[in-house]
Structures are given as C-alpha cells and as structure tokens.
C-alpha cells in the first residue's frame, strides 16, 4: 500500500504536486505514538544520523584528548554549507589531530547554497574538500582515529578510514547498531554520498534512538552514549549555524529553539529529531527523496504538533510547513504546506 | 489509488527513493497506446506546452512581418539555461519588435546551471530578464503583440500582456485550447513562474495535442496550427540549443534524434514530447513535481520503447533512463532508472 501524502504544492487552490511518505514518532521506551506510512520498512537514514556516528569521538575520549570545543563537536553532527565559517573550524579541528585537508577522504563538490558557490567563483577559486557538507564529520573520524590508532603513523593508520571495516568505521557503527537496537549486520548497505557505508534501519528504530539520545533514557541505552549524545546535542544548541548554515531549517529551527528540539536532516528526505522536553523521537522518510520541498515542511509540522511554542516561535514554525510560494515576479501562486492528512496523524 | 512508481533511485540493491507518476501515449485520433496511471486528472503543464503557446505567433503572422529566424521562432518555444547565446538572440527578438529587455514581464531568477549562475557572479554581474528561462516565450508575446496592437503604441499596449484578458494571452490560451481540445474556461487555473496563467488540462490531452501537432493531423486540428506547428518543430529541431542549452535532456535528445522527437520539459515534472514518424504524443506527470530526477528518466524511457534508435542513439537513451549514481569520489553507489513496471506498461 501506498504511503499517504504528507505534503502537498498548491498552486492556486489546485494540488500541484504531493510528496508521501512514512513518520514514526516514538518514546525512549519504544511506545509509538505516530505510525503515519509504512514506518517498519528500512531506510537508509544518510546523513540524519551523524549525531548518533559522532558519539564514539566523545565517549572513546579522543574528544578531551584534543581538546575540540562545542563548535567543533558541533559540526562532527553537521551537513554544513561550506561557508567559511565553517572551513575555518574544520580546519582548526583537523589541526589538532595534526592534519589537514589532504586526510579528508569524502570528496570535493561545489557548496549547494548559491551565494555560497557564488563567492567561491567570483573569487576565482574551487571547492575542495572541507567545503564538503561532510568535512566535519569526516574531520570528527580522524580525530578518533587519534585514539584508536594506539601510537601508529596517524597518516598511515587512518588512509582508508571510509571502509566498513576500518576501526574507525567499525567503532561509528556499533554506536549507531547500540542506539537504534537494530541488526545491521542483516541490513542492506550502501555507500553514501562521502563514501562511508550507510545501513538501511527502520524509522520506527531510528525514532527511538533519537528519543533515547534527547531524554538519556530507554532500556538498553549505555551511560557512555546517554553522555555524549548529551554532550554533543548541547554543542549544536549552542552553536547551531555549525549545525547547517545560513538559510537553512536545522540551523533556523535550532537557533529558536535550542535545546528544545536537536534536528538533522538527510539526503534523500531522511528527517530525525529529538523533542527532549517531551520524551520523544521522531523519524520522517519522504519516499521520493525531496527534502528542502518536503522532509522539511514535515518536521516542521511534528515540532508543531509537539513541541510547546511561544507566538513568535509559532509563527516561525508556520512559515516552514504551510509556505506561501512565489514566482519570479514575487506573486504568490500557490503554497507549499503539511496536508490535513499529516496534521491530523501528529494530532492522534 | 495511488500512481504507479515510474522511476526508481537505488543505493546498492536496495531502492532508496521513488516517484509515481502517470503517462499517456496517444495518436492523433485520440486512440490511447498506453495510459498508465491517472492520465484524466487535469494537471498543469507549465512549460511543457510552450511550442503551442507560440503557435499564434506563427500563424498571425508576426513571425515573418518581423523577419524571425529559426533560433528566434525555437527560443519562443524554450526554457533555456539564460546563456550568452540565449540572451543574444532573445535581445535580437526583442529588437526586431522594437522593444528591449524592459518590456519583459517575466521576471529575473539567477540561472540554475551551475556554470552559468557562476559565470555571471565571477564577472561581478547580476542576471536580469533576458536570463529567465522563459525570456524567449516572453519575446515571442511581445512579436505577437506587433500585430496584434493595430497601430496602438506598441509599449503601452503590450504592458500587463500576461494577464489572462489581454488579448496576446488570449490568443495564446485559444490556441492552446484549440490544439488539446479542451475546455479551459471550466479548468483550473493557476499563475506560472513567469506570470501567465496556466490551465489544468489532463495528460491525455496533451498527449493528443502533441500527437496532432507532430503529424499535422487528427480530427479537429486547424490547418493553421498544423502548419505553425511544423514550423516551430522543424525550427527547434535545427537549434536544439535555443531549446534549453547545455547539460540539458531536451537539447541533448534533439540534437541527437532531430526532427523524429520533439520533447519539452515543464516546471514540476509535466513533459510532453512528439514522435512524428510513430504518429504519437507523450505526456507525463510525475506526482511529486521532480523534473530532473523522474520526468526526464521516464521520458527517455518512453523514446526508447517508440522510436527507433540506432546502437549509438540506444546508448544515449539507455544513460538517460538507466543512469549509475556517483558521490563525491565517483564511486558508483546506485542508478536512477525506469522501474519495471514502466517499461511493462510502455511495451504493452
């Protein structure tokens, strides 16, 4: 059966396009209080998951041992723009590992943000590997290969780092196996966009991780990952723009509402989040892939329907799931907005 | 009942997104080849439908009271890329009307091909209307208007031309009801990107209208507009560049498979296309509005089921349906293609 949708582009008072999919919204104890779509079929969870892969940075110690601060535990957790504020941190946190770029094995692309690419352009410049939306995490690898690599060439222990069974990697995927409680050595792998595997999980799995990560609590959550998803949540709220960037949800949403709602969104319209306030976690796939148009504007709708906001923050958070669209001109044409179909799931 | 799934994005073996659209192939009698999916529900067809929106511009007259060339008649039917030699000859369109970039309603967006939008950032400039996709549509209504106009002064007559009352839109949206054959004063209407209306018109009418105007036949087809049509295809057929530009699927098939395919992408992934020698239309929606993910896929899909192809054309629609994923490393991690259940239904 189909998925239903969630989110529809109106244009005039005619639905345009529709965008289905699956939202699983769970407790640390794995009561599921939305089951919007079919959200027991795996899905690969991509970059929605880099909180959860960073954990082993902070509970091995390799955090303290270098001395990485909040922005740079931060952007480990990032799908950033690229911009320069956060090349300059990735930077600074390849440094302390006593690195640099040419250890960054997740490859080059221009920064999808336009004023981003822009710039480098009219600087006359490429892009290289730190201006990978995944350079942080990618940073926050080596330096846990700092700890891991127990005295041998750092260099040479860490070339391949990217491979299922490198440490490294094996140590990033027991934390993300031990938070979801999900098997992944049965799950279907592939390889993601900067070359780490990535495991297909259920929403229901990841919407309980994040729901353990946001309140410390579940059965079966190791103290070790209560702290430092803890930790590392609080780094993002305090700097959320290391989180994503300029004109992005996850830095918007986290700077109005900091340590109210962690986010981190995916490629191909992957979504979690944790409401610690209210105990919850919150997993969304859109099944075509389209996050700006769609994840989002559905996440937006679950903060609403969870999360306790203020009228100013209400206000934000309307603008995100029900967008009046425009055209070239300015004139507003349609909109793009959470159907009734959505609400009225996340209302029970 | 939901559409069927018409393109699929795997990651590995594991099918990580997928789009549901509708298609319908139809001849010029309005027998159906293939309709899979909803091919009833009126959906907008954007720019899909611009070659019968410069239909009057032809058959007016204008076109040779002006003396248009064949790049000027082909940008009138394009979304192109806003290159340099996009913006020369809509600026030479302009010119021959008397006219220049400020009579342009459609409004400025910066050009979404990378290289293009870069170009213009590292020379310190700034687009403007003539690199809107839809500049050359635009310059055709405005030639329209030169006949139109009766001697009026043709800058005040010509201002608010894209209000559905003003008689250059009325003109285009006769034409447009003439060639479907649909009613569109009953239709949906809504405002396009570039400020003119557009009317909700079932697939299955579009299909007709291309397959009346790709063979200059069918029950109810004007000769007028048959013979504009021939024209405008053949004049797209010998630029295919003016069409849409580089890196571009429409561009790039019609200047491979010439005057035996004309093809037109619209905004929110509707595509019409013509197979004159097979003496079918095509037209496609796919649900959730992604063009170049899905339409595109689907569509070369469809060429390859009805046209005849030579090894090397083969080869070209077979990357553009069945196409491998690539991260940042080049790694191939998945492909884009046609499902099954798609080539199925388009083979009968």
Same mark, same amino acid.
């Given at each position: 059966?189909?998925?239903? =949708?969630?989110? !529809?582009?109106?244009?005039?008072?005619?639905?345009?396009?529709?965008?289905?999919?699956?939202?699983?919204?769970?407790?640390?104890?794995?009561?599921?209080?939305?089951?919007?779509?079919?959200?027991?079929?795996? =899905?690969?969870?991509?970059?929605?998951?880099?909180?959860?892969?960073?954990?082993?940075?902070?509970?091995?110690?390799?955090?303290?041992?270098?001395?990485?601060?909040?922005?740079?535990?931060?952007?480990?957790?990032?799908?950033?723009?690229?911009?320069?504020?956060?090349?300059?941190?990735?930077?600074?946190?390849?440094?302390?590992?006593?690195?640099?770029?040419?250890?960054?094995?997740?490859?080059?692309?221009?920064?999808?943000?336009?004023?981003?690419?822009? $710039?480098?352009?009219?600087?006359?410049?490429?892009?290289?590997?730190?201006?990978?939306?995944?350079?942080?995490?990618?940073?926050?690898?080596?330096?846990?290969?700092?700890?891991?690599?127990?005295?041998?060439?750092?260099?040479?222990?860490?070339?391949?780092?990217?491979?299922?069974?490198?440490?490294?990697?094996?140590?990033?995927? !027991? $934390?993300?196996?031990?938070?979801?409680?999900?098997?992944?050595?049965?799950?279907?792998?592939?390889?993601? #966009?900067?070359?780490?595997?990535?495991?297909?999980?259920?929403?229901?799995?990841?919407?309980?991780?994040?729901?353990?990560?946001?309140?410390?609590?579940?059965?079966?959550?190791?103290?070790?990952?209560?702290?430092?998803?803890?930790?590392?949540?609080?780094?993002?709220?305090?700097?959320?723009?290391?989180?994503? #960037?300029?004109?992005?949800?996850?830095?918007?949403?986290?700077?109005?509402?900091?340590?109210?709602?962690?986010?981190? =969104?995916?490629?191909?319209?992957?979504?979690?989040?944790?409401?610690?306030?209210?105990?919850?976690?919150? $997993?969304?796939?859109?099944?075509?892939?389209?996050?700006?148009?769609?994840? !989002? =504007?559905?996440?937006?709708?679950?903060?609403?329907?969870?999360?306790?906001?203020?009228?100013?923050?209400?206000?934000?958070?309307?603008?995100?799931?029900?967008?009046?669209?425009?055209?070239?001109?300015?004139?507003?044409? #349609?909109?793009?907005?959470?159907?009734?179909?959505?609400?009225?799931?996340?209302?029970?």
């Amino acid at each position: 059966m189909a998925n239903p =949708v969630l989110v !529809e582009a109106m244009r005039g008072d005619t639905r345009e396009s529709a965008h289905r999919g699956a939202i699983a919204v769970l407790d640390a104890d794995g009561k599921r209080l939305v089951a919007l779509g079919d959200i027991d079929r795996p =899905v690969f969870p991509r970059s929605a998951v880099k909180l959860l892969q960073a954990i082993p940075l902070v509970e091995s110690g390799a955090a303290d041992r270098l001395g990485l601060d909040d922005e740079e535990l931060a952007i480990a957790c990032a799908s950033h723009n690229g911009e320069p504020g956060h090349v300059a941190v990735v930077e600074r946190m390849l440094a302390k590992a006593g690195l640099d770029v040419g250890a960054l094995e997740c490859g080059t692309h221009w920064p999808r943000i336009g004023k981003v690419a822009n $710039a480098i352009a009219a600087a006359g410049g490429e892009p290289n590997a730190l201006n990978n939306n995944c350079s942080g995490k990618h940073a926050g690898f080596l330096c846990l290969a700092c700890v891991l690599c127990g005295g041998v060439n750092l260099s040479q222990y860490a070339k391949g780092y990217v491979a299922p069974r490198h440490p490294v990697m094996r140590a990033v995927t !027991e $934390a993300l196996e031990a938070t979801t409680g999900h098997d992944l050595r049965q799950a279907p792998r592939g390889i993601d #966009g900067c070359s780490i595997p990535t495991y297909a999980i259920p929403l229901d799995r990841l919407a309980l991780a994040f729901a353990r990560i946001g309140t410390g609590t579940g059965t079966g959550l190791r103290p070790g990952h209560a702290r430092a998803g803890a930790r590392l949540r609080k780094a993002v709220a305090q700097h959320p723009f290391m989180a994503a #960037g300029s004109d992005r949800f996850d830095t918007a949403v986290m700077e109005a509402l900091g340590e109210r709602v962690y986010c981190k =969104v995916g490629a191909e319209a992957v979504f979690c989040a944790s409401f610690p306030e209210r105990g919850l976690g919150v $997993a969304i796939k859109i099944d075509d892939g389209n996050t700006a148009r769609a994840a !989002e =504007v559905a996440m937006a709708a679950a903060i609403e329907a969870f999360v306790d906001l203020d009228d100013e923050e209400a206000d934000l958070l309307r603008r995100l799931s029900d967008a009046p669209l425009r055209n070239w001109n300015g004139i507003e044409v #349609g909109a793009l907005r959470a159907t009734p179909e959505l609400r009225d799931g996340l209302n029970g």
